[in-house]
């Protein structure tokens, strides 16, 4: 059995306490809004911002896309013990683009990796570049995307696959009531260990709950199977949090269910997004 450390197991029981007290808890009532008077003929609406949308900190990426013009940063830190070493690595950098209303372009900054461990090793890993292109969109808020993405061998030695990296992803996701939504991902990558290619197949289920409109926590079981090598199954858990509608802080936790997987890891994130290109509407529209 993988080790679990003491803050592992009180954010666990934490975690759960948020589920069990969220269930009852209900938006108040607001009260009706004064009429007021009616707004010039030659006054513009002003549409109101986005809500970020980020693909972390769960394993299951977002199933939508960024909207057309926004730029969204998604960046954090973590901590992972695995089979008696114990590694942190930062930025964790995701930058995306919303190029249209149904495709984004993706670029993964180089992390950065410090093995405290003994004979341990530390440095930049590889960057990688993708795009991801909206599937499904439908009335009933099922919705699905797909992920292709390739990574380069910038790392340093003792990091870097030292081979170019392609993977697919497929993430989807469904509202099961006003508060709770399913969703879950399948991928396949085409990492390169030991100059040779090892064919992984990766599978995610999640549930989210929404607590209050910009608060949310979620629970997810992980999955990974290697051509070569031990499964890894892990549970997963985490929350984020809306500081605005632009900015997101999130916090994580999970540990191994087989001999492959981490023991434990744990980590914290902030994301923000901006607008880049602002979409004229034709006048009279």
């Keep these: 059995m993988p080790r679990r450390c003491p803050s592992l197991v009180v954010a666990g029981m934490s975690l759960v306490a948020i589920f069990s007290a969220a269930s009852p808890l209900r938006a108040q009532d607001l009260p009706a809004p004064q009429s007021a008077p009616p707004a010039p003929a030659s006054a513009t609406p002003t549409a109101s911002p986005p809500t970020i949308t980020t693909d972390r900190p769960a394993i299951t990426d977002a199933s939508t896309v960024v909207p057309a013009g926004y730029f969204v940063f998604e960046n954090g830190f973590a901590q992972t013990s695995s089979q008696g070493q114990n590694v942190v690595d930062a930025p964790e950098s995701l930058v995306r683009f919303g190029l249209t209303a149904k495709t984004e ?108 409109g910009k608060w949310d926590a979620f629970l997810e079981y992980g999955g990974e199977y290697p051509q070569r090598g031990g499964p890894q199954h892990i549970i997963h858990a985490g929350t984020s949090y809306k500081l605005t509608p632009n900015q997101q802080l999130d916090f994580h936790f999970g540990f191994g269910l087989s001999a492959a997987a981490p023991d434990h890891f744990i980590g914290f994130g902030y994301s923000f997004q901006l607008q880049a290109l602002r979409r004229e509407k034709p006048s009279g529209s």
């Design 105 to 212: 372009l993706r670029f993964t900054a180089p992390d950065y990796f410090n093995d405290f461990s003994a004979g341990s090793v530390s440095g930049w890993g590889d960057l990688s570049l993708g795009v991801k292109q909206q599937l499904f969109a439908t009335k009933s808020n099922f919705d699905a995307s797909l992920v292709v993405s390739l990574s380069f061998p910038t790392g340093a030695h003792a990091i870097s696959s030292h081979g170019y990296d392609p993977s697919v992803l497929l993430p989807w996701s469904v509202p099961l009531s006003k508060n709770w939504t399913a969703a879950g991902m399948f991928s396949v990558l085409w990492p390169t260990v030991d100059r040779r290619r090892n064919v992984t197949g990766q599978a995610s289920f999640y549930l989210d709950r929404q607590i209050t």
